[in-house]
């Protein structure tokens, strides 16, 4: 789209980046040993995309979500406990919403890291082993961690403006 026809219609251009980015300051920090990536973050629906990528076993999160989301395994492996499936390297899978889940990457994961393709419609609700809300990430406060870590890593925080829409 020309940068003239962008101006007279307030539409941002497409999103074409490298999924897998060679710089590893991309990569934002989400606890101990896990990160995601950020691919789009739609602001309008209040959506986003990203890879996620874990490099411990075990327990990741106890969640929700009010709307679906889709994900494509790209390397390794994760469960949910609440399920007897394996989602591993080219498994898609659909999470309905509403659905309560666990994910789990388990110690005998075939390779040293997940990584795994996210589209989140929504919300992530964290729920505690009784169902309460513990916390909860949206597409505001996931835009507003990759501002504060593209800062500290010295990208810049408008870094993250790229993939905002």
């Not at 490298?18 to 920090?29: F, G, H, T, Y």
């Not at 996620?52 to 492996?77: C, D």
Request: hydrophobic fraction near 40%; proline fraction near 5%.
């Amino acid at each position: 789209m020309s940068q003239i026809l962008q101006q007279m219609t307030g539409i941002q251009p497409e999103v074409a980046i490298e999924a897998i980015p060679s710089d590893e300051r991309v990569w934002v920090l989400q606890a101990p040993n896990v990160w995601f990536r950020p691919l789009f973050f739609n602001t309008l629906s209040g959506g986003w995309c990203n890879l996620l990528r874990v490099r411990r076993s075990g327990v990741l999160s106890r969640h929700i979500h009010p709307a679906p989301v889709f994900a494509y395994v790209i390397k390794g492996s994760w469960r949910y406990l609440e399920h007897d499936w394996v989602a591993s390297a080219g498994t898609f899978a659909f999470e309905p919403p509403g659905e309560i889940h666990t994910l789990v990457v388990d110690a005998d994961n075939e390779s040293d890291e997940m990584i795994t393709f996210f589209n989140v419609s929504g919300a992530m609700i964290y729920l505690d082993d009784a169902g309460r809300q513990v916390g909860y990430e949206d597409v505001f406060n996931k835009i507003d961690m990759c501002r504060k870590h593209y800062r500290e890593v010295g990208l810049g925080e408008d870094y993250v403006d790229q993939f905002i829409r």
